[in-house]
């Protein structure tokens, strides 16, 4: 038989307190200095020791995990409500241009995400996973009615998109490069009945 698992403590409300003004300050930071900002500069801002702020977020995927909660929370209500959408391909895209503009808000982020797609044991996986099955869900119906390709993947759209965040970071003075970045990359997405079939079908 096996045992059942110690629910988690509550937090104090001190430390609570800590780890509320730890996550307020970091979003500033990130958005101030990109997601390399530095955790002890983040750590004296919200008036607590770097071990304080280790006890709570033991490294920094950990943190960025829990500063893009809210964002994450945007997302996935987004993709929910264009579940429904008359032209799913056309939803599809919205969202995926909806995860270029946050991706975009914290220099660095782009880049992130990228590596967790492959690191099960990182922090932002809790990020990436449900972003993944939201965007399954999209492309599912795309899909279904045939106005995208079968052979598209929700991982490959996902790293396309978090490309594009990353060519815009590097490219400031182009503000309109990611729209048309995804307008290049996402042509491609759209079944053609004059294609023809791919090896093996």
């Not at 008036?47 to 945007?74: E, K």
Request: aromatic share 2%; hydrophobic share 40%.
């Amino acid at each position: 038989m096996s045992a059942v698992p110690t629910p988690a403590r509550p937090l104090r409300a001190d430390a609570r307190r800590n780890r509320d003004r730890l996550v307020r300050e970091a979003r500033a930071s990130f958005a101030a200095h990109g997601t390399d900002a530095s955790l002890e500069d983040i750590a004296r801002s919200a008036g607590v020791g770097i071990g304080t702020l280790y006890r709570h977020f033991p490294n920094r995927h950990a943190l960025m995990n829990a500063v893009f909660q809210d964002a994450l929370t945007d997302l996935l209500d987004r993709s929910a409500e264009l579940a429904h959408a008359e032209q799913p391909c056309t939803a599809l895209v919205e969202w995926l241009g909806a995860i270029v503009t946050h991706a975009g808000e914290y220099r660095g982020l782009a880049r992130a995400l990228m590596s967790a797609s492959g690191d099960e044991t990182s922090a932002l996986t809790s990020c990436h996973v449900p972003l993944r099955q939201a965007g399954e869900r999209l492309l599912a119906r795309a899909r279904a009615n045939g106005s995208v390709r079968a052979d598209v993947s929700i991982d490959d759209l996902l790293r396309l998109t978090n490309a594009i965040a990353l060519a815009t970071e590097q490219t400031p003075a182009d503000p309109d490069l990611a729209c048309r970045l995804l307008r290049l990359t996402l042509h491609g997405l759209k079944a053609d009945p004059a294609d023809p079939p791919s090896p093996g079908d």
